[in-house]
């Protein structure tokens, strides 16, 4: 890469907050933030510090709010808490303890409400079931999950006692699973008969049955009852939910655990082959989704809240159980998919459920609009007041659809740009303050102090494009990649010494609005989701018939990104028939969201005199496009042609 990236993205419509909005909002003027941001920035001990003795139960108070140089900072040491009793047992000594925590419903039009008072029940008996299964305080919990309250109560039981969890995504293979297991070293595995997805079942038992042979760590297994499916039962090793909680003492005291006692483990994909055991820790990240959760959403007790997210993501953890529950809000939680039983199933539930603040993905917007407008006007809207997205960059006519369609004109718009490694929102505008440019997730939150930079480190100027970085730690970054330290600096501090490096590009205009280009790494970002060049490459070399492959993305309508595989066969160039094994192989290594969108056989890739594949190459090759650039380091020139020949398939 050159010093500069250049964007080609020019937007210069600009939407202020609406003056009701803002009159009403918890952060309101402009000064109001400048003065925060400073402070965060200038004194990052004393505002955090404040914010954490005001905003979060302390069993034990912190000594000091912030201690040593990132990567290595620690926060708020000395003191004790637990985020199960953060987001429960404060809120029943208020009038909340009859307020609706989690509002469920299942694809299948089931509803389950618990309030903060039931939930904290639910979530003190499965602590005693965990302990009583012999957790303790420092194992480590693997949840294969449905969108089921069992998730949510789950997570919250390990925190109660102190279990690490570590969610894994439903979508994933066996595999995955037992890759997970392992690194993590896993001593139980908490999963579902099954999930529905579109009507279908899908069967997370028997996923997580074949997935055992290759987890040795794990000793039990405790299944939810969800679909009723046929499921195999190994004897002292599978238990059902509901019958371990039979007779359980509902009453469990909070351990009180040290303020960096590792709250999850969530894996996600790197550069490289192997995913990344992304560390949080209990009150750093507990404060920082509490706050951005206040600060981004503008929440007020009356609302309910929709994050569309799948739990076994970040934006799940932090944004429909963490981050609302500690605010003592209302979280709905659905369990499938949008277009299930028909294309107007989220507005129906904005509907029924009159929700006021609605989150969800770019990749699921431009669904909607493919969908077409006479879904949601079906539907009554009007309780909407605030919309956001997640995930990807967000094309700003997606944008505007969301704005006009789904937003009535009304709703501010946060897009909040953040990682699995960040915990929380890091940029992303204030509803009642930042006037909002469509594709823009705008100005860093209080205490995210951002910089764009080159390859060498040098700052660039305004709408320069470079790579995106953090020059101050924050209280809910990753503490470390689990069993990898070495890997948690290389990857993110070595790039840039003295600064966090988020593996994106990106520019900052002249008003110091942030405009997020995208990845600049082998990493995809698939439907919002990521997923490395190497775990699909990896995946396609195992299958017997195949002996190398490169992977790359292109633009894909709905997904953002496609997945599209170059694929050198062992012997000569297969029939297309071959081309479906190739995808089904992919996608039963490492799940269905790593399904290809294209597989090209080839007899050569084309590469470097040293043998480096020449990505770049194939990328315009993937996006139908003329190679632009320098091919003068090409090995073979004949390769380019053959592979242009090759259908998409
Ligand atoms: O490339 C950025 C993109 O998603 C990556 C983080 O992915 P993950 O850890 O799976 O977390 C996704 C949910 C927080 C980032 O490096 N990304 C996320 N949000 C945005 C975004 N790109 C542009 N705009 C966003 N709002």
Redesign the pocket.
């Known amino acids: 890469m050159s010093n500069a990236i250049e964007s080609v993205l020019h937007e210069n419509r600009s939407f202020p907050p609406p003056e009701e909005f803002s009159a009403n909002a918890l952060i309101s003027s402009e000064e109001q933030y400048l003065q925060m941001w400073t402070r965060a920035k200038d004194e990052p001990a004393a505002f955090w510090g404040d914010l954490a003795q005001s905003e979060l139960d302390w069993f034990h108070p912190f000594d000091e709010a912030m201690q040593g140089e990132m990567p290595e900072t620690k926060w708020f040491t000395g003191g004790k808490i637990n985020a199960s009793y953060q987001c429960l047992d404060r809120h029943l000594k208020t009038w909340r303890k009859n307020k609706a925590a989690i509002i469920w419903e299942g694809e299948d039009g089931a509803q389950r409400t618990f309030t903060y008072q039931e939930l904290h029940r639910e979530v003190c008996k499965f602590a005693n079931v965990l302990k009583k299964l012999g957790v303790e305080a420092g194992d480590r919990i693997t949840l294969y999950m449905p969108m089921v309250p069992e998730l949510a109560i789950a997570m919250l039981a390990c925190a109660r006692i102190g279990a690490t969890h570590s969610i894994i995504f439903g979508g994933f293979s066996a595999d995955a699973i037992s890759d997970r297991n392992n690194d993590a070293q896993s001593k139980l595995v908490i999963t579902a008969d099954g999930g529905w997805r579109r009507g279908k079942e899908v069967p997370l038992k028997a996923n997580v049955d074949a997935s055992m042979e290759k987890s040795p760590s794990v000793e039990k297994v405790v299944v939810v009852r969800r679909t009723g499916a046929d499921v195999s039962m190994a004897p002292d090793r599978d238990y059902w939910w509901h019958e371990l909680m039979e007779g359980v003492d509902a009453d469990c005291p909070a351990a009180q655990l040290d303020s960096e006692h590792p709250l999850f483990i969530l894996y ?1 994909s790197g550069s490289t082959g192997k995913p990344k055991g992304v560390l949080h820790t209990t009150a750093g990240y507990m404060l920082g989704v509490t706050m951005t959760t206040r600060w981004v959403f503008d929440l007020k007790d009356e609302d309910t809240y929709w994050c569309t ?1 799948d739990i076994g ?3 799940g953890h932090s944004y429909i159980v963490y981050g609302p529950l500690s605010n003592g809000a209302t979280t709905l939680m659905y369990e499938g998919a949008p277009n299930w039983p028909d294309e107007g199933r989220f507005w129906n539930i904005v509907e029924k459920y009159a929700v006021n603040i609605f989150y969800t993905a770019p990749t699921a917007i431009r669904a909607f609009i493919k969908w077409g407008d006479e879904w949601p006007a079906k539907y009554d809207l009007s309780s909407l007041r605030l919309l956001g ?6 094309n700003p006519e997606a944008w505007m659809w969301y704005h006009r369609t789904i937003g009535g004109e009304r709703c501010p718009i946060v ?8 915990g929380g929102i890091m ?2 505008p204030l509803p009642g303050v930042t006037a909002t440019k469509p594709g823009s ?1 705008t100005r860093p939150l209080p205490g995210v102090v951002p910089a764009i930079v080159t390859e060498e480190g040098e700052e660039l100027e305004a709408n320069q494009g470079g790579l995106l970085v953090m020059t101050q730690p924050w209280p809910h970054m990753l503490r470390t990649l689990y069993g990898d330290h070495d890997r948690f600096l290389e990857t993110y501090f070595s790039k840039i010494p003295g600064c966090y490096f ?3 590009g990106a520019r900052r205009d002249k008003d110091g609005y942030y405009w ?1 280009m ?2 600049v790494d082998d ?1 995809l ?1 698939v439907s ?3 997923l490395s060049t190497m775990e699909v490459e990896s995946a396609l070399v195992s299958h017997d018939a195949i002996a190398e492959a490169a992977v790359v993305g292109f633009p894909h309508e709905l997904k953002g990104e496609g997945i599209c595989c170059f694929v050198i066969p062992k012997g000569d160039i297969p029939p297309d028939e071959m081309k479906e094994e190739v995808k089904q192989h992919v996608r039963q290594q490492i799940g269905a969201i790593a399904t290809p969108d294209q597989i090209r056989f080839t007899n050569a890739l084309p590469k470097t005199r040293s043998g480096k594949i020449m990505r770049r190459l194939l990328r315009d090759i993937a996006a139908g496009k003329e190679s632009a650039g320098d091919t003068t380091t090409l090995e073979d020139y004949t390769v380019l042609a053959k592979l242009r020949e090759q259908d998409e398939g």
Request: aromatic fraction near 10%.
């Open positions: 996600t997210a993501w970040i934006t997205t997640v995930g990807e960059p967000i897009d909040t740009w953040w990682q699995t490694e960040t940029i992303s997730c988020a593996g994106d997020v995208g990845r990493v970002n919002g989701h990521r």
